[in-house]
């Protein structure tokens, strides 16, 4: 029911079956591409249990969005910074948060909709960028030698 002023009063909305499989799913792969994120994780700022840690990062925001009713991205990016520099010492003044709080929120209201679209693009997106990122091994001159899975016989 919605009041006169805007107020939303009323059960929750949930996500059920698929739409939550998805809208999991999608909050994981954003959190996969989170530059901030996977640094602090990769490089242990939040010490010998970083990657623990971003485990919950993902679960308490999952939980953020199961228990309010109304989900607004600048609230999210709040909770987003604070995490980052309570749990990893990362304060992120590129933007990040904000692009990501949007994204997450921009994904349940389509997950709400049943609208698999965003999940689609986020997939695609996180396939391409996986294929992409592929390592490379680079001399001293920052002249490419090759990709870091295979073995240099080059014969020089």
Not at 67 to 79: Q, T
Not at 88 to 105: I, M, N, R, T
Not at 128 to 134: H, M, R
Request: hydrophobic share 35%.
């Amino acid at each position: 029911m919605d009041l006169r002023s805007g107020t939303r009063t009323g059960p929750v909305p949930q996500l059920s079956g698929p739409a939550k499989e998805g809208f999991e799913e999608g909050v994981g792969i954003i959190f996969s591409q989170w530059t901030a994120l996977v640094l602090a994780v990769e490089n242990q700022w939040g010490g010998s249990e970083s990657a623990s840690k971003a485990d919950y990062f993902i679960e308490d925001i999952l939980e953020w969005f199961y228990k309010k009713k109304e989900h607004y991205a600048d609230e999210l990016e709040m909770e987003l910074a604070d995490t980052l520099l309570e749990d990893f010492q990362v304060e992120v003044e590129d933007g990040s948060p904000a692009q990501v709080a949007k994204q997450l929120v921009e994904l349940h209201a389509a997950c709400l909709r049943n609208d698999a679209s965003v999940l689609q693009q986020l997939r695609q997106r996180h396939a391409t960028g996986a294929a992409a990122s592929k390592k490379s091994v680079v001399d001293l001159d920052g002249a490419q030698m090759g990709d870091d899975s295979s073995s240099s016989s080059d014969g020089e």
